[in-house]
């Protein structure tokens, strides 16, 4: 035993070891997730995130000294982004074809998004900084938590909420689509990039090329439509809670 913990606080303070945990998590996942013929309940990143969790919890491990070593998958979050722009090159004459069906329902996505979300929290009794936090859950984190700070809210909370938004999004999505009839490949990417971001999108591409390219469209542009819109909303929010 003394040598089992001896080891253990040897791998733990290498950097490569929570690298590794992350890697081997998600690849754990995804073979869980390919074994049950891709079962949407069975989110690879879910299942990374619960056995990273689990992990951490029996070892005592802060998130601080996991993120340190787990930093680089971080820093390829960038490029991975920028790698959405393949497919969506590939789709782009259906893009051009599609321009104005593609703003409609981006500005009609975001304001449904935005609304339904803060209705939901003013009505369970939420504080105006909970409002403020919940409000941009669906767009990609890093600029829904420098929103959330602008509006007064607790960008850590975001993070989460964006997080669960994403995976229920990729979990829950494309059977809802299923249910509601909608078959056009562009409709169901525009619908799944637009409420549940880069998670979302990873899960449309996975299905169809035509679905992720135009879930990675409009996971950046609801991005910007929700930083022009939101303050706007906000100060209709924040005037009916007034009054």
Do not use: C
């Not at 637009?194 to 542009?221: C, D, Y």
């Amino acid at each position: 035993m003394d040598n089992l913990q001896d080891t253990w606080v040897y791998l733990s303070a290498s950097p490569l070891f929570h690298l590794t945990l992350t890697l081997v998590a998600f690849q754990a996942a995804s073979l869980l997730f390919e074994k049950t013929g891709r079962n949407p309940l069975l989110n690879p990143v879910l299942g990374a995130v619960l056995i990273v969790v689990a992990v951490l919890m029996l070892t005592g491990t802060d998130y601080g000294s996991y993120f340190e070593g787990a930093q680089f998958v971080h820093f390829l979050l960038g490029p991975a982004t920028v790698a959405l722009a393949v497919p969506l090159y590939r789709q782009w004459y259906r893009v051009r074809r599609s321009a104005l069906a593609i703003v409609v329902s981006l500005v009609a996505g975001s304001l449904t998004a935005i609304l339904s979300a803060v209705a939901v929290a003013w009505l369970a009794g939420s504080s105006e900084a909970v409002l403020a936090s919940v409000a941009p859950k669906s767009v990609t984190a890093p600029v829904a938590m420098g929103i959330a700070e602008k509006l007064g809210g607790l960008p850590s909370l975001t993070a989460v909420l964006v997080i669960v938004t994403g995976i229920l999004g990729a979990m829950l999505g494309p059977k809802v689509l299923d249910v509601t009839g909608v078959v056009d490949w562009r409709a169901r990417g525009l619908a799944i990039g637009t409420a549940s971001h880069g998670i979302g999108t990873a899960r449309a591409l996975q299905v169809n090329e035509t679905a992720g390219a135009f879930s990675g469209l409009a996971m950046g542009l609801n991005a910007l439509a929700t930083a022009l819109l939101l303050p706007i909303v906000w100060s209709g929010i924040l005037w009916i809670m007034g009054g």
